[in-house]
Each structure stands twice: as C-alpha cells, then as structure tokens.
C-alpha cells in the first residue's frame, strides 16, 4: 500500500493558500515511500506521478499517477477490498512469505522468460485479468487493455461487464482474445454470449465462479448516496478532476455494451443496469452449469475463482481444461487464503492433467516468479495494469507489462535461472523457516 503520511507540521505556510495546500498534501500522501535505505525519511523519496513513461520505474510509479489523476469514486473502486479487505492484504502479503535461495555461476546469457499458453508462446506467463466497469477509468478501457496485451504479447481477457462490444474488441490486431463468463438471468444469455465468444474468435472462455453474492464493499459503497446516485461530496470531488472527465465522461457514462439488451429499458442507467445485473446472479450456479457451459464451448475453458482442494479435485472431473486459483481480487469473502497460499496443495491435486493458473497480487517481476516456481503455469494480473491504464491509456498498459517482464528478466538471472522451467519450489523458502537447516550430507557430511 503507498503511505499516507501527512505533512501539515512541516509547510505552515501552505495554510495561506488552501489550493496550493491541498495539492501538495495529495503529492506527499499518494507518492512517499519508506525504506530500511533512509534513516529519518532521508533521502526523501517519492514515486514518479509525472506523465513521461519513460520515466517510470515500477507498477508503483503508475499507481502514484493514478492516484494523482483519479477521483476517489474510481479510486475506491479500483483498489478496495470486502468488509476488512483482509483478503485483499494477504493477497499481497502471501509473496512476502516466500525467500528465494539463489543459484550462482550459472550461464544465463540466453535468458528467457517466455512459456506457452495454450500451446502458443507468449512472451511471459501472464495474461491481463478480466475487469468489470473499466470505463469509469477511461474511455475505450477495453480497447486499451486489449491493445497494450497485443503489444505485449500476452493475452486479454475481457469481462462480461466491460464497456466495449467483444466484437470491437476483437478487432484489435495481434490480439489473443479470451471471454470471461457471468451467469445471470435466464439460460439465453450466457447461451448467447458463449456464442458470440466463439463468432468473436475467443481463443479461451473463463467461467468465474465466486461472484454470485457480492462482496461488502464498503468503502466503494459510502461513495455513492444510494444505489443510484453518488454523494455529494462524491460528486465535488470528482468534478476536482478535470483531466478524468476530459478522458473518461466527455460523452456521458459508459454502458455494458455487450449485455445492454438483456437489461430492462428502465434499467439501463449505469448504475442502476450494474444493481440489475447483481440482483440476476443465480445463487444456484453448480458444477451442472460448468457441464451445459462446457457442452456448448468446444474450445479451451476454465474455471476461475477456485480455492479449496475439493473444488479443484471436482474441476478435474468436470472436463475444463485449466483452473485458476484467485480471491476476486480480495473483493468478494473476507479472511480467505490467498491463491498463493493454495498453489503448492493446488499443483499437487492436478499434477500434469490440466493447466493450473492464479489470479491477485501481481504487482511485480518477483511475484510472477514465485508463482511459477510454486507450480502456477501462468498468473493473471488486474490491478497492474489498470494502473498503467489510468496512467496513461494502452501506452501505459504496455509500459505496466513490460516493468512486470523486465523484472522478471533482471530476477531470473539473479536467482541463477535461464527460463520459466528451470523454476521449481527448491528455489524458495519460506521465512518462517529460516535459518534454512540442511542435512550434513547435503553440505558435505563428515571428514
């Protein structure tokens, strides 16, 4: 999380000019960072919130611009958790659990952190998790997530609840093209989005499968009066954020294009259309849907959202192709595990018989090697890049991709790797269970 440390005692003067004030406290709150490599917040450091990419060194600089250019109704939508957002902490806090234990004078000249998905390469194991709503961060989200996944190399996977026709999206040149799945309201509609998925040329469709009670979203909710109508202090703020509206509303708000006509004529505000949808989630989903769905969609598909070991044994049987392990991003129940936490059990159950995925957390380079050498065949990231989203459009999710594969490139030759599969868990260690303890014999033995 980036540190909120205000700094009313040190600028007295501000207080003469409350604009100037208030612009300098939003800097110092969304921009410091601290470090065991200052002694008294000296050096000062800050992340870069400027606009030049080039400039940018990590997932946290895009964040900080984000942070600098969203009001606080996409901020609390895009960064909160459910009821504690204890999930959504553990999410991040389950990598720092994990040490690497470094091989060295290891030949890493050729270095390669490509693998395949699917049977296709791609340039890392990583795809762009599917996002809801993305329009309230920018006009043409989607089209924008899918362009800077098609520069990247890796694919897209596009929400039932994005802004943008799957059919435009589809348009969109080099583009690996996956459909995520909600079910809701009567069989013709997922009947008809698996359809269009597969006239669309999806190369994959994801069921997610934990989202049909909504997470208590707190924080989300108190921005807005009622379900309907944002607060008025909400609405002030907003309206402080000239370039978000400049970006996102010059046209009004974004709609869910690719469900609209499902939506009573009554409900198609963007709001109301959103309640409308949750109120239609069946709470009857079951492993019979998962068999329907899997009758009508021939290609690759997967289900999403799974963490007990029981639901991964029964996804085996079900005849998907993959699963991936997630949290909804922290935001649906609270106190659960992490994907993280289940990838070493969840590898184990399904062994070399099906793709094995995970989803939440991914803010750096490491974090995608922890996964991978803990038995993930890839991960999904959603925050990262809509923070280069926000930052600044496709260039920004390109710019959010390749930070992700540079660190893992720079990573990889320190831990005296040459590719994906040289990763395994020997490779890491918990903390918990330093100093690393290794029998005689391994080190040598007695002379």
């Not at 960072?33 to 008294?40: G, P, R």
């Not at 693998?115 to 762009?128: H, N, Q, S, T």
């Not at 994906?420 to 890491?428: A, K």
Request: charged letters at 25%; proline letters at 5%; glycine letters at 8%.
């Amino acid at each position: 999380m980036l540190h909120r440390k205000s700094s009313f005692c040190k600028c007295p003067a501000a207080f003469a000019s409350p604009s100037r004030f208030f612009v300098r406290w939003r800097v110092m709150t969304f921009t410091q960072h601290h470090s065991t490599a200052q002694l008294d917040d000296h050096p000062r450091r800050r992340y870069y919130s400027g606009g030049n990419l080039d400039r940018v060194q990590s997932i946290e600089d895009l964040r900080a611009r984000t942070h600098r250019l969203m009001p606080r109704l996409v901020l609390e939508y895009l960064e909160g958790g459910s009821g504690e957002e204890a999930t959504l902490a553990r999410e991040r806090a389950a990598f720092a659990d994990w040490r690497f234990v470094p091989h060295t004078l290891v030949d890493e000249h050729d270095r390669s952190v490509a693998r395949d998905i699917l049977g296709r390469e791609a340039a890392m194991p990583l795809l762009i998790a599917p996002t809801g709503l993305n329009g309230i961060m920018r006009r043409h989200a989607d089209i924008a997530l899918a362009q800077g996944a098609a520069s990247a190399g890796v694919p897209f996977v596009q929400s039932t609840m994005s802004n943008e026709r799957m059919e435009d999206v589809a348009k969109v040149k080099g583009l690996r093209h996956w459909w995520q799945l909600y079910v809701f309201g009567g069989n013709e509609i997922w009947q008809s989005l698996v359809d269009r998925a597969h006239d669309a040329g999806c190369e994959a469709l994801v069921l997610t499968t934990n989202s049909q009670i909504f997470g208590q979203r707190e924080w989300y909710a108190r921005t807005r009066m009622n379900q309907t109508m944002p607060s008025v202090p909400t609405v002030l703020n907003a309206a402080a954020h000239p370039r978000w509206i400049a970006t996102t509303l010059n046209r009004g708000m974004p709609d869910f294009a690719n469900v609209i006509d499902y939506i009573p004529k009554d409900k198609r505000g963007f709001f109301q259309s959103a309640f409308w949808i949750r109120s239609q989630m069946p709470k009857t989903l079951s492993w019979d849907h998962v068999a329907r769905i899997r009758d009508r969609w021939k290609r690759p598909f997967f289900l999403k959202g799974l963490l007990h070991p029981h639901d991964i044994r029964r996804a085996m049987e079900s005849g998907v192709d993959g699963v991936i392990l997630g949290s909804h991003g922290g935001r649906q129940g609270d106190w659960t595990v992490s994907a993280l936490d289940m990838l070493p059990t969840a590898r184990e159950i399904v062994g070399d018989s099906m793709a094995l995925y995970m989803s939440g957390g991914i803010r750096r380079g490491t974090d995608i090697l922890k996964a991978v050498a803990l038995g993930a065949d890839a991960v999904l990231a959603g925050r990262a890049p809509l923070y280069g989203l926000c930052a600044a459009g496709a260039d920004g999710v390109a710019k959010a991709l390749d930070l992700l594969r540079a660190e893992m490139m720079n990573e990889l030759g320190q831990m005296g790797a040459k590719s994906m599969d040289s990763l395994n868990p020997d490779i890491l260690v918990r903390a918990r269970d330093l100093p690393l303890q290794l029998p005689k014999s391994a080190v040598g033995g007695q002379g």
